[in-house]
């Protein structure tokens, strides 16, 4: 797309804008500043009118710089623009200069190298100087329903608050919510831009836009990055709706609509909400709170914990990174529109050094104590410290822990901190990577939260683009807002998609809001988040015992060669069959694991040949009928489910007993080990289950999962949220 | 709890297990291996702190290592490229397609030989020999590949979500297309003379084009016309903006098309220009010309003038044939006659 760029000078000196309808634009700086707006039902622009504008505007000069210029140029140029004192001297070929020296990249990377006066586009003009019209002014001076389209962009704004959309999905949040504001849209979202409550930029653009800065850190801060996850962007391709040769475009983010350069990305500002916990830490709620929801001894405690977390006042003093050198690598701006400045992925091994800098940052040393919320403030640094030159990092959200095992009745957990926030005015979010969860939970939160509208997106949702402030989604969702919420839950943070995705975990902290808090939820929390609750830099709270207060079961092993040569030979260990024999004879559901999808198929064939008369199926996540044969294997119609990871979490039958076949596959890491085990003994009738891992090898990752489930198993054995201690010790 | 250690649960157990079993044991003691480096556990001298030292316990050793060294791994062994189609790591390339594996490279559905020697399908075609049916514009039509689920779903990739990468492979695949095609003119025209004139595409309305950004068949016309050693020309413009054809059936289609497409301003002129233009095999005054060469000026005027439309899918074919006339309709104005033929992507 083609915008308009203009230049005005204020008080406070020279400013770029960019616009969409320059009509709306003239309007709001000139005439609506004026007593134009009583004389215009007359519809006449007299002499006297000018007088009067002449008299009255604040604004001192306008040039327009371009009438049609790309998107992605409006951007660079606005974002990296400052003001100085010589451009009340400019003159339009002064401006032409400065245009051309601050695109000198993007007209470089034009096929033929053109200077800006070459490249057809026309000269800047004064459109508004020492209180005249200029003569390119006339084609602006028009009459426009002022009123009306206050209203509209109130409506607009208010629709797009939080959001982050490019052009295509205004477009269909408009023909869903907004139709009457579809044909004009362009005045309407100019007008919200200038009352700013719309932020224009656009999809693609570079990370560093200040010209000159970017010598520090080298060519890195020059490359492009997506705005709206954050990755980078190297494909660039001849574009028709904007007209540039090289027009960059994010392959990353595709799926949920192209963002390129000439894109254009809106980010409604959202409303700032009362800040957690005024009389201090005093009023911190957790008795009266908590009550109410029926939880565990074990859950009660967590979620109190989590509840202090979001009480707990932010921190005075911005974080600041002691060590200098960290800081002079890491710094970067602040300004408008750059908070995607560093991409988790690329930035990965600078993210990883600054963290071990840190701690060779004298004085900080972080408090740890499970449960415990310190260890989050900052370092007061010295003035002396350069770190204060350089801008550090933007403040992000404060980030919190809850690790529960499997079946500790998470979802229960997180009510509490969502009435909290929802009470207190704030907008939450609950994300999971998975779209089945999302379904699953929707109806649960309804019931829990009968007087809220609660939005439940995912691809292809009905309810995309509606507004609440309870929202339940996927995590790929989260790319359409930006510092939106006050709390984001995301659940099961270590499942497909969102694990290992840097694209994601930017999408998410970009929707919570910088003063925002996150809680993540997870049974087996990825390695980095261990190990930053462990050493202290993450408060966290562990919910080491199931709700029903019974041990976790913990899983044996039998030796068996791997799977692909027992189905050569059409034969199992006899000790898989004997154990298998025994669960069937308890009447347990049983769950087999394997790590291919092309094993399902022959294990099947092996067990029915094996156990005659007992209803055995396999599902995977090419299996069209997968819900039905879950639904039926949970009211045990079927007996015998073969399946690999894709039932590993989210999946709760009563009674069963899990089998994990070549448990010493490199498809099953430490955590997905973990969460088959958790298939097993989660109700309250049969607590026990059996876990039996078969397997040629005795991996490192078995040895985790034991080890993880026993250190759980100490832990809640030494809180005293085991019932029956002494029948589990034995 | 004895019972339960998974090292017990089997009696049998082979040596160098147990030896290392052994090691463990001397290394880190009889509670575990590795019982050291868990991040609860702290050495008694390193909780006190005071002298400002750093907390070596709490520096994350291995994302430091790993920091350092998974650079220098993709260095040395940079990791494989997925597939741009189903995503998976490409083990063996194809000659050509680099950026797509060997099995999606297989199940390619190529059209090596058309049934109906009209429309380019594969299979028997009822529309061709159907009666009855308004008069048909060009001479013939040629696809790469049939249109089945999984080439339905390159193209959605490609024209409706923008995934312009896929955008070289496609057009790769037509320029194949083109060869075969000049080929088997060549064979049944008389000896090998045959040449197409210039290379036209479907153009797409303006608004699409602002929406879009670009028009995907004059990427694959662009291949096809270097392939071919013709020029590709802008003959034509889309006047009307309509809903997306693959949403319509077929009496939709043929009725929603008519007026649409136009001839771009100065399309004869254009194409004057380069019917004219004298070409390097033709020109008059080489040794190696003999005598008809040299008429071939005069002659030409006689020949019609031969057009090559590309679009990215053949349907109904009511969309080409719209344009075929449009075409026939601006070699009119040269005074001449014209041969269009068609060359898609897909067809369906």
Redesign the interface.
């Known amino acids: 797309?083609r915008v308009c760029l203009y230049a005005i000078r204020q008080e406070e000196g020279w400013r770029v804008v960019i616009s969409l309808d320059r009509r709306v634009d003239f309007w709001w700086w000139v005439m609506g500043k004026t007593k134009y707006g009583e004389r215009e039902k007359s519809r006449v622009l007299s002499r006297d009118y000018l007088d009067g504008m002449k008299a009255e505007s604040a604004v001192k000069t306008i040039v327009l710089l371009s009438g049609s210029m790309p998107l992605g140029w409006a951007v660079s140029l606005r974002d990296g623009f400052r003001s100085t004192g010589e451009m009340d001297r400019f003159k339009p070929g002064d401006w032409m200069k400065y245009i051309a020296a601050s695109l000198k990249q993007e007209l470089e990377c034009e096929q033929i190298p053109k200077s800006w006066s070459m490249s057809g586009q026309d000269m800047p003009t004064l459109l508004w100087a020492n209180g005249e019209p200029g003569k390119a002014a006339v084609a602006w001076l028009t009459v426009m329903d002022w009123e009306e389209l206050s209203l509209e962009a109130k409506a607009i704004a208010d629709a797009l608050e939080g959001r982050s959309l490019l052009e295509?999905e205004l477009q269909q949040l408009l023909a869903e919510r907004l139709p009457e504001l579809r044909p004009a849209w362009r005045s309407v979202v100019q007008l919200a831009h200038l009352q700013g409550r719309l932020q224009l930029t656009s999809g693609v653009a570079q990370a560093d836009a200040r010209p000159g800065s970017g010598r520090r850190a080298g060519r890195r801060a020059r490359e492009l990055r997506c705005r709206r996850c954050g990755s980078g962007v190297h494909?660039r391709?001849?574009?028709?709706?904007?007209g540039c040769s090289g027009?960059a475009?994010c392959?990353a983010c595709?799926?949920m609509g192209?963002s390129?350069s000439?894109a254009l990305l809106l980010r409604g500002s959202s409303a700032r909400t009362v800040p957690p916990a005024v009389g201090g830490t005093a009023g911190v709620p957790t008795g009266s709170l908590l009550d109410r929801w029926g939880l565990s001894p074990a859950q009660r405690e967590a979620a109190g914990a989590a509840l202090r977390f979001l009480a707990q006042p932010l921190p005075q003093a911005e974080p600041r990174h002691g060590a200098a050198p960290a800081s002079l690598l890491l710094s970067r701006r602040s300004n408008g529109g750059l908070q995607g400045a560093a991409a988790p992925d690329e930035h990965?091994?600078l993210h990883?050094?600054r963290?071990?800098l840190r701690?060779?940052a004298?004085?900080e040393?972080?408090v740890t104590a499970t449960g415990s919320v310190t260890g989050i403030t900052g370092v007061q640094v010295n003035s002396a410290n350069p770190a204060d030159l350089f801008p550090s990092l933007d403040p992000r959200p404060l980030r919190f822990l809850l690790w529960a095992v499997t079946g500790a009745g998470k979802t229960e957990m997180i009510f509490p901190l969502l009435r909290y926030v929802l009470d207190r005015g704030g907008k939450v979010m609950v994300a999971t990577p998975r779209r089945d969860v999302v379904l699953e939970l929707a109806p649960r939160l309804a019931k829990v939260f009968p007087e809220e509208v609660i939005a439940v997106l995912y691809g292809g949702s009905p309810q995309r683009w509606a507004g609440s402030r309870l929202f339940l989604s996927t995590t790929h969702q989260l790319m359409r807002f930006y510092h939106a919420f006050d709390l984001v839950i995301i659940d099961e943070l270590d499942a497909f998609p969102y694990h290992n995705d840097p694209m994601l975990a930017f999408a998410a902290e970009a929707s919570c809001k910088p003063e925002g808090r996150f809680i993540f939820l997870s049974a087996t929390p990825p390695n980095?988040l261990?190990?930053e609750a462990?050493?202290?830099r993450l408060p966290h709270a562990r919910v080491p015992a199931r709700f029903h207060g019974h041990p976790l079961p913990?899983?044996?092993?039998?030796?068996m060669n791997p799977v692909e040569s027992c189905l050569r030979r059409q034969t199992f260990a006899p000790a898989l069959i004997t154990s298998m024999e025994k669960s069937i004879s308890r009447g347990a559901q049983i769950f087999v694991f394997v790590s291919r999808i092309r094993h399902i198929e022959p294990v099947v064939a092996l067990f029915r040949s094996r156990f005659p008369g007992l209803l055995i199926e396999g599902t995977s996540s090419q299996d069209k009928d997968r819900s039905d044969h879950v639904l039926s294997f949970r009211s045990t119609n079927i007996r015998l489910l073969v399946t690999t990871t894709i039932l590993e979490r989210g999946v709760t039958v009563p009674k069963s007993d899990v089998y994990i076949l070549d448990a010493d596959s490199e498809m099953f890491d430490e955590a997905s080990l973990v969460q088959m085990a958790g298939r097993a003994g989660r109700s309250k009738d049969d607590p026990q289950g059996t876990i039996v891992?078969v397997s040629a090898e005795?991996t490192r990752s078995?040895?985790g999962a034991?080890?993880q489930i026993r250190r759980m198993n100490a832990i809640a054995r030494k809180n005293g949220f085991l019932k029956e201690n002494k029948e589990v010790v034995k | 709890m004895i019972m339960n250690m998974p090292h017990n649960c089997n009696e049998k157990e082979s040596p160098s297990r147990a030896r290392k079993r052994n090691w463990n044991r001397q290394c880190y003691g009889e509670v575990g291996e590795r019982f050291r480096f868990r991040p609860e556990y702290r050495h008694p001298c390193e909780t006190v702190n005071e002298s400002g030292t750093p907390p070596y316990s709490l520096i994350d050793w291995s994302t430091a290592k790993e920091a350092v060294l998974s650079p220098l791994h993709n260095l040395l062994a940079p990791p494989g490229l997925p597939c741009l189609t189903c995503g998976k790591m490409i083990s063996g390339k194809v000659k050509g397609y680099p950026e797509i594996c060997n099995s999606c490279y297989i199940s390619i559905p190529w059209i090596a030989s058309p049934r109906c020697d009209t429309c380019g399908r594969p299979v028997g075609c009822p529309d061709c020999s159907r009666t009855g049916k308004g008069p048909r514009h060009f001479v013939l039509n040629r696809s790469a590949v049939s249109y089945n689920a999984m080439m339905k779903e390159w193209l959605a990739r490609y024209k409706f979500r923008g995934d312009e990468s896929l955008g070289s492979v496609l057009s790769r695949m037509t320029g194949v297309a083109a060869t075969r095609l000049i080929k088997e003119l060549r064979v049944k025209s008389a000896p090998g003379k045959f040449h197409f004139d210039a290379v036209t595409y479907v153009p797409v309305s303006e608004e699409r084009m602002l929406e879009r950004g670009f028009n995907q068949a004059r990427n694959l016309a662009e291949e096809a016309a270097a392939v071919l050693g013709s020029p590709l020309l802008d003959l034509l413009v889309r006047f009307r903006h309509t809903e997306k054809q693959s949403f319509k059936n077929r009496w939709q289609r043929l009725r929603d098309l008519q007026g649409i497409f136009r001839a771009a301003p100065g399309a004869e002129d254009l194409l004057q220009a380069f019917i004219t233009r004298p070409t390097r095999n033709r020109f008059p005054y080489s040794i190696f010309s003999s005598e008809s060469d040299y008429l071939n000026g005069e002659r030409h005027s006689s020949l019609p003038i031969r057009l090559l439309l590309i679009d990215d899918v053949y349907t109904t074919g009511s969309t080409v044939n719209t344009c075929a006339a449009v075409l026939h309709e601006v070699c009119d104005l040269l005074g001449r006659q014209a041969e269009i033929y068609i060359l898609t992507w897909a067809r369906s």
């Not at chain 1, 391709?237 to 904007?242: D, N, V």
């Open positions: 797309m295509a494909r391709t001849p574009c028709g709706s904007c027009c475009y392959e595709l799926a192209r390129r000439c990965r091994w990883q050094l963290r071990l701690h060779w004298p004085r040393i972080p980095n261990r190990r462990g050493s202290g913990v899983p044996s092993r039998i030796r891992f005795w078995q040895r034991v080890r």
